[in-house]
């Protein structure tokens, strides 16, 4: 054990000083902020986007524009950009050490080889966590000290949720505990990649067209795509959402879960097996 | 021809006698409304809005002639554009816009009520017309039902308890014609949802229901209560 704290805590820091770690972090400072001085600026046009159709009978009393409202809308934005984020840094983590041949050299310490893909491993989850958590910080605690905390206005196809501000904080936890699961899939499948593949920047892209060729099945509502869509990881990647629904979709977002976490268990169980018999050549 | 002479007279008769009816129940309406300079009260809010769902919610409604009315509620919250419980007293208080009739009378809450017929004089007014069903015993109006050209019909019961005197009621009822909300799937980013069957497209009721109590009448209510903050 103290062999495998010692191997993580090395992945960790490695991870932690990669110049590429500090992208994701500057990427997702920079929409928040630049969102939020969007939404200062023209929140109330861009909102009568969506409430037009009732302002025409209705007024809409309260502040609408708040730092609910604009954490959802962040979180919404940032869960396409995310996965590259992740990707970026998770994709390289092993083919980047085989290409560079340091690879050999770690492997020649006595500790399994599973113990140094686990360590990696977690270095990735350590390191979403940490991109998570800042956009938690950013697009929730920022949000709010900017616009205050009032009711979210939820729309979705099926018409529009006004949830109260009270009941606002336990919905985000649940939320970003699934956008964690979610890009725990998408860094799990980016260090499979990168435990199959030697190049340091295929895994990277490879992760990323099929994230987007996944997403595109996901989006279109055909028949022949119904059929595997509810297999699909990035159709749950959005499961956060329903954090938002009243009532909450209880069993969908366990449904959700469940797959999720298979997708990572099947993905890191492949890695490990894969990892186990490859010749580590340069 | 001397029969029809007749006829005519008789219809005459009684259409202006109707007329004069009319006026002389809006005129008592306007006289109880007269008697409210301003008010203030506790209000819950429950609302039935087709593709909305928000919960009940309770705050205070302040009203001060002649049409500010402001209801103060923590957190979102949906009102009628043409509040009614605003623009009624308004719109009835200027006898001299409108011409008014009693067109017959209907039973409301147990109550024969006279329904009373307006419309505007000005054609251009956003009011097409306006449907009072007054109570021929106490000058109350019951129902209402105001038309404009903007926002369609908008119905309105009152429902009258312990502020019967001073004709404000305990519980209104607004039912206003609107289209079901609606955000295209894509726009929702709500992939996951199946498309369902398309529906018709056509104009539902909503409906919000105030329960007001604890009224204060002619508190003398500053001005600065209807600037919102």
Known sequence: MKEFIAILKNELIKTIKRPRSFIGFGVVAFICLILQAAFANDGREILSLVTGQLE??????????????????????????????????????????VATGTMRFLLTRPAS?????????????????????????????????????????????????????????????????????????????????????????????????????????????????????????????????DMFEDPVPKQEIINSCIILFAHIVVLLGSSIYIFNRKDINS | MKRITVILFAVLISTVSQAQEASSLINAVNKKFASVNDYKAKVLMKFALPGIKINTLAGRVYYKKPNKLR?????????????????????????????????????????????????????????????????????????????????????????????????????????????????????AMDVKKKSKKKEVASKKTGEIYLLISDYKVNTKLSNSVFTKK
């Open chain 1, 113 to 241: 080889r599973t113990k140094v893909l686990v360590a990696k491993w977690l270095a990735g989850m350590f390191y979403t966590f940490l991109l998570l958590l800042f956009l938690g910080v950013l697009a929730l605690f920022v949000s709010r000290g900017i616009f205050g905390a009032d009711d979210l206005i939820h729309v979705n196809s099926e018409g529009l949720t006004v949830i109260q501000a009270n009941d606002m904080n336990w919905r985000f936890a649940g939320a970003f505990v699934i956008a964690f699961l979610s890009l725990s899939v998408v860094a799990t499948l980016a260090h499979f990649l990168s435990t199959v593949l030697d190049n340091s920047i295929t895994p990277i892209v490879s992760t990323m067209a099929i994230v987007i060729i996944f997403t595109i099945i996901g989006m279109f509502d055909m028949p022949s795509f119904n059929v595997i869509q509810p297999f699909l990881f990035t159709t749950h990647m959005i499961s956060w959402k």
């Open chain 2, 71 to 187: 209801i103060i509620a923590p957190g979102i919250f949906f009102v009628p554009k043409e509040n009614p419980m605003k623009d009624i007293p308004k719109l009835l208080a200027n006898t001299k816009a409108y011409t008014s009739i009693i067109t017959g009378y209907e039973t409301v809450q147990g109550k024969k009520c006279a329904v009373v017929n307006v419309i505007p004089l000005d054609p251009n007014l956003e009011l097409i017309i306006g449907k009072f069903w007054i109570s021929v015993k106490e000058p109350l109006i019951y129902l209402s039902e105001i038309t404009t050209k903007e926002n369609g019909t908008i119905r309105t019961q009152n429902y009258y308890g312990k502020y019967k005197k001073q004709a404000l009621p305990d519980k209104i009822l607004i039912q206003l014609e609107m289209k079901k909300f609606k955000v295209p799937k894509m726009l």
């Open chain 1, 56 to 97: 025409n009978t209705l007024s809409i009393e309260g502040q609408v524009l708040n730092g609910n409202l604009i954490c959802f809308v962040l979180l919404q934005t940032l869960i396409i950009q995310m996965p590259l984020l992740v990707a970026l840094v998770t994709g390289d983590l092993v083919s980047g050490e």
